[in-house]
């Protein structure tokens, strides 16, 4: 044991006093380089290069025709031609990916073994200064042959002395490709796994491991031959720390290395780097790479990304509308959008929270609000390279916008570049009927996505969808439009002219210098420009719907299929064949970006990101004392942060677990957003277990990504539709109608249905007589799942529903005519929505939903 804690205060260390970015590696023009060959042997497969005293030398991997792979040592005076020297280990077997712990005083030798059924295990030896080693080797690392991530093997470990702890970076080949893991030792005999065989290089092999200062650099080569690249770490080093992708800093392309690159060895000597390269031909060679000018990193401009709506994401705020800091937002779990620019960036040396920062905010506040976050988030940002110097913006969509109102409001002399992508400067059409009238028309974009989202979170018994946008969704009116989009009768009616304008944007669309802005428009096709209008209906003139007009048809521009070309443009603006997320995400896109920041960058620096599908698509989110869970075929999709968000959702049967955390009631969220039309439910339920971690409720959700159904939860037993009701109610305290729902289910399962009609019809009264429409409509799903027959024949339903909607048009024109008289917008407004559905019920032949709707109808009636 002493002999072992001397050996590891005897390791050599490499420190770097300039990162790694600072510098590139050119390949010398010595390479292949020369190796003088002994003992006959005569084909290469690797070498771990470092210096011992003023020599250079490396543990080389190579055979001779017809044996096994053997450890040699060759040796350098100038790292550039070399000699084999001696034979160190000759097994009989083959052995490989040598790596030295110490080359002072008594060594410890990490090497692969290839064992006979072609598994690959991780032995060490101890060696002394000469490199005589003991041929007894003692096994390291065994894969578990059961894992389907391992069952390949473990190889080229690498080990990494931190106080008296060993790790070993090791390579991992299993069913999943390649990957770099890691462990530990304490006492250099018994090694453990860092817990969750948690992969810290995905696709990685061949590590090796460089100290800077409080850094920790991992360099390695890519398992599918594209080059070297390196990735970072804060030290301490522990089983938790996550390596940052530092990019490629050696790629091939030489003849040399045109097949693969691989097997880094640095050495303190300028940073010299030393690597195996792959001819076409399949031929092994020792290459090295310089610094082509070790000089410090120049100072990099902060850069500031402000993502656009719905990026940003606060579960307290968004689930429960409770008031946070911006400083508790982060990028949405869910975006894929940034990934490729927040990557790029990092490649390019920037550092997140040092030198490049992300402005995640509160999208539903005003524009001068968010502003105003902005500013905060500038002026008490921790970061000295923030407050001392100039900085740049990116901003996306709304991002864009917000970063030009900042700009103009607070005129901040340390902002040096302002770049827009797709930012809606002019405003967007989209916004008008949502603003005007609480109307949502389909869209395939994070803004109709985000609000549907806060309608489905927020709609209730006590305000119209208007209502709940003007009040939880003001920045809607800060994205109004200020073109002209309206037009009646063919002629075109001036913003000035309209009843509802943005006066903000309106105010701030003049008298400033957009010198240092620049545009970056797309022009991908037809987006919406404006609407042809009418006069209003009367149940909108009496809710104060379309004071501007009511849309009867629309027309499009060039745009980027939210934003149009002309909104996006300032100054003379960089035009992009792209789409609205295209912009921000595609290669072309953030080289743009990077040229108009004058940021110098490299082809194999660009990481592109992806679109996120808004469309099919299932969301699912929780208020709750409990956690998510979704299984679809044999698939496990876990909560983050509140939400599960399902891509490219395909049709089937869902199952939805709800995990107690606390004791309590919850209740779940849940969007089916297929092709072309979309769907809200909800879920009400409690966690009542004394231990509430062993309580689980689980919910059958369907979906039809041609067409999600109005009503997808427990569609098959309406019992648990019961409970999930009764729920509710209990929640609300109404212990009447919870004792008829226990009664209803009792009947239900004696199948003795007939009462169950009349009870449910008197529940719908006093559900609209208490305002309760959530439990209106869950009580409907239930009649139409039980009910099979409705009590009238369908002429007389029908007959009825035009009985219903005269009676409508005489209320709604006696309110007209006494304005005086109090009403209720959010019964109006169902009433209306109703008679929608009930046409459809009746068009489909679905009996018994267009009767309970009728039923509905009626009471709604009765209480104008």
Request: aromatic residues 12%; charged residues 25%; negative net charge.
């Amino acid at each position: 044991m002493a002999k072992f804690i001397k050996l590891f205060f005897l390791v050599i260390f490499f420190f770097l006093v300039i990162p790694v970015k600072a510098f590139e590696f050119i390949k010398s023009e010595n390479n292949p380089l020369t190796i003088n060959y002994d003992f006959d042997y005569s084909y290469m497969l690797q070498a771990n290069i470092f210096k011992k005293d003023d020599q250079y030398a490396g543990i080389l991997t190579a055979k001779r025709p017809q044996e096994n792979y053997s450890l040699l040592l060759i040796e350098s005076s100038d790292g550039i031609n070399w000699s084999v020297t001696k034979e160190i280990l000759n097994l009989g077997f083959e052995i490989s990916n040598a790596r030295l712990l110490s080359i002072s005083g008594y060594g410890k030798l990490f090497l692969t073994k290839t064992e006979t059924n072609g598994l690959y295990k991780i032995y060490s030896t101890d060696c002394d200064t000469s490199f005589n080693c003991s041929p007894n080797l003692s096994l390291v690392l065994e894969p578990d042959i059961n894992d389907t991530t391992e069952k390949n093997g473990f190889f080229a470990g690498f080990p990494y002395l931190q106080d008296s702890r060993v790790y070993l970076f090791y390579g991992v080949w299993g069913i999943d490709g390649f990957k770099i893991r890691l462990a530990y030792s304490d006492d250099g005999q018994t090694w453990e796994k860092c817990p969750d065989k948690r992969n810290l290089i995905p696709g990685g092999d061949g590590p090796f491991v460089y100290k800077d200062n409080e850094n920790l650099f991992l360099f390695y080569h890519r398992s599918d031959s594209n080059g070297i690249k390196a990735a970072k770490t804060n030290l301490p080093l522990n089983c938790d720390s996550q390596f940052n992708d530092q990019g490629y800093v050696l790629t091939k392309g030489s003849s040399y290395d045109v097949s693969h690159m691989f097997f880094p060895s640095l050495v303190d000597d300028n940073l010299g780097l030393y690597y195996t390269g792959r001819a076409q031909s399949g031929k092994n060679s020792l290459n090295y790479a310089s610094l082509a000018q070790p000089t410090p990193t120049p100072t990099l401009m902060p850069i500031i990304l402000i993502p656009g709506a719905m990026a940003s994401w606060n579960k307290e705020a968004i689930l429960h509308n409770k008031t946070v800091n911006q400083s508790d937002w982060v990028l949405s779990p869910f975006v894929k959008e940034y990934t490729g620019i927040i990557q790029t960036l990092k490649n390019l040396g920037y550092e997140e929270n040092k030198n490049f920062f992300i402005f995640a905010y509160d999208w539903r506040k005003p524009i001068l609000e968010i502003t105003d976050d902005l500013n905060n988030f500038l002026t008490s940002n921790p970061s000295p390279s923030l407050r001392a110097n100039q900085f740049s913006v990116i901003g996306h969509s709304l991002g864009g916008l917000v970063g030009r109102i900042y700009l103009q409001k607070f005129q901040n002399g340390n902002q040096n570049k302002l770049i827009t992508a797709g930012s809606p400067h002019q405003g967007v059409t989209q916004a008008y009927k949502m603003v005007e009238a609480g109307e949502i028309d389909r869209f395939n974009d994070f803004l109709w996505l985000a609000v549907k989202t806060i309608i489905g979170l927020n709609r209730n018994s006590l305000e119209t969808d208007k209502q709940i946008i003007n009040r939880l969704f003001p920045i809607l009116e800060d994205i109004f439009p200020i073109y002209n989009f309206l037009k009646r009768d063919g002629v075109e009616i001036r913003i000035e002219d309209m009843k509802i304008k943005n006066e903000v944007l309106l105010n701030m669309s003049h008298g400033s210098n957009w010198s240092n802005l620049t545009a970056i428009v797309g022009e991908k096709g037809p987006t919406l420009k404006g609407y042809n209008i009418t006069d209003r209906s009367l149940l909108d003139r009496i809710l104060d719907n379309y004071p501007d007009g009511k849309p009867i048809s629309s027309y499009n521009e060039i745009g980027d299929y939210l934003v149009l070309s002309s909104s996006a443009s300032l100054n003379t603006p960089v035009i992009l064949n792209m789409d609205h997320g295209e912009i921000i995400y595609k290669k072309e896109a953030i080289k743009k970006i990077l040229t108009e920041l004058n940021i110098n960058f490299q082809d194999n620096q660009i990481v592109e990101g992806s679109a996120t599908q808004i469309s099919p698509s299932l969301i699912f989110m929780i208020k709750s004392p409990a956690a998510m869970e979704v299984m679809f075929n044999g698939d496990a999709y876990e909560e983050e942060d509140g939400i599960i968000y399902i891509e490219n959702a395909q049709t089937g049967d869902y199952r939805l677990n709800v995990k107690g955390k606390e004791k309590g009631k919850y209740e779940v969220i849940i969007g089916e957003i297929g092709k072309s039309t979309d769907s809200w439910n909800s879920i009400n339920g409690e966690i009542s277990s004394l231990i509430p971690e062993s309580e689980t409720d689980s919910y059958s959700i369907s979906f039809d990504e041609e067409n999600p159904a109005e009503f997808f939860i427990e569609q098959d037993d309406p019992t648990k539709l019961l409970d999930e009701l009764i729920s509710y109610l209990k929640k609300n305290k109404n212990k009447i109608e919870v004792k008829l729902l226990e009664n209803v289910k009792k009947i239900y399962l004696s199948k003795t249905h007939n009462i169950i009609r009349y009870i449910l019809f008197n529940l719908d009264k006093d559900f609209v007589k208490k305002n309760d429409f959530v439990a209106l409509e869950k009580l409907e799903n239930i009649y139409a799942l039980i009910i099979k027959k409705p009590s009238q024949q369908a002429k007389n339903l029908a007959s009825k529903l035009e009985s219903f909607e005269k009676s409508f048009q005489k209320v709604l024109q006696k309110l007209e005519k006494h304005q005086e008289k109090k009403f209720d917008p959010v019964i109006l407004e169902l009433i209306n929505k109703k008679f929608s559905f009930a046409k459809k019920y009746l068009a489909g032949k679905k009996y018994s939903s267009f009767e309970i709707n009728l039923e509905s109808i009626e009471n709604l009636l009765k209480k104008i």
